[in-house]
């Protein structure tokens, strides 16, 4: 087997046990205040994240970590796992469904493979860098052409709440152009509701490595254009097809 289909089939476990872990939800909550008041990670991030850290230094222990709950650890073997143990923690804790377990692998020339999870849609999502894009094992592609007119468009909010007057301005602009707005909970689901054509297209600023690195492979994978930049001093992650993606990037205030 090669070296990358090795990590994709680890990654695939790993994710799967995660999976099952997260889904026996605890009878109480053991909560940590992150970056701010309303950041949360629960006892179940922190025991996600130890499954996984675990399951990947047992099959592969030269390999580096960057993990959302601070399991960062350099590696050797010039493969880094870039976690995110539970994305859509506010979901879990609510039980809404949605949320997943993100695990994107890079190596020197950028992601090589991503697993996302949702359990609670009974999804699996994968992609191995130039292999195309997968729902559970199906091969996907995202939705193109789509007119800004009729797009469905994904989005998120940050933690920090002044960065929520920037993102209501494109929502408030986009939303008069659009079919409508859907708000998830869950960075990475949202990129992979892209690659699958579930929604249209997806926009959100503030992103972190870990929420973007499977998802963003997989959208990528699956045809869409998945692009990060700077707005307003912030990071604007915007992932759609080709021509929506033309359309969206015009529709950005200034
Ligand atoms: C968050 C979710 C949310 C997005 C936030 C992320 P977390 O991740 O993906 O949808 O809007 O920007 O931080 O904190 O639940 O892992
Ligand atoms: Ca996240
Ligand atoms: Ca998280």
Same mark, same amino acid.
């Given at each position: ?17 995660? =999976?099952?872990? @997260?889904? $026996? ?14 950041? *949360? +990670? %629960? ?88 292999? =195309?894009?997968? @729902?559970? $094992?199906?091969?996907?592609?995202c939705n193109n052409p789509v007119q800004l007119?009729k797009a469905l *468009? +994904? %989005? ?23 079919r ?17 054509g579930?929604?249209d297209g ?38 759609a097809g080709?021509e929506l993606?033309?359309q ?7």
């Amino acid at each position: 087997m090669s070296n990358e289909n090795q990590i994709l089939e680890l990654a695939l476990s790993i994710a799967r046990q995660a =999976g099952e872990l @997260l889904m $026996n939800r605890p009878a109480s909550w053991d909560l940590t205040v992150k970056s701010t008041a309303i950041d *949360i +990670a %629960t006892q179940m991030d922190h025991a996600s994240e130890k499954l996984i850290v675990e399951a990947i230094l047992s099959a592969r222990p030269n390999d580096g970590i960057i993990g959302e709950e601070g399991a960062d650890r350099e590696g050797t073997s010039g493969f880094t796992w870039v976690i995110d143990p539970i994305d859509g923690t506010v979901n879990y804790f609510y039980g809404l469904p949605g949320w997943n377990i993100s695990i994107g692998v890079k190596d020197s020339q950028g992601v090589l493979v991503g697993v996302v999870h949702s359990p609670t849609f009974n999804s699996m999502w994968h992609a191995v860098r130039g292999g =195309g894009a997968f @729902l559970n $094992n199906e091969k996907i592609e995202c939705n193109n052409p789509v007119q800004l007119d009729k797009a469905l *468009i +994904a %989005t998120g909010f940050a933690y920090e709440v002044k960065d929520r007057e920037n993102q209501i301005e494109i929502i408030d602009q986009l939303i008069l152009k659009i079919r409508d707005i859907r708000r998830m909970g869950a960075a990475a689901t949202d990129l992979c509701c892209v690659a699958s054509g579930m929604v249209d297209g997806y926009i959100e600023t503030g992103l972190k490595e870990w929420d973007l690195a499977a998802g963003s492979l997989i959208a990528r994978e699956a045809g869409a254009v998945v692009t990060t930049q700077i707005w307003r001093g912030m990071e604007l992650t915007i992932a759609a097809g080709p021509e929506l993606f033309k359309q969206i990037s015009r529709a950005i205030p200034e």
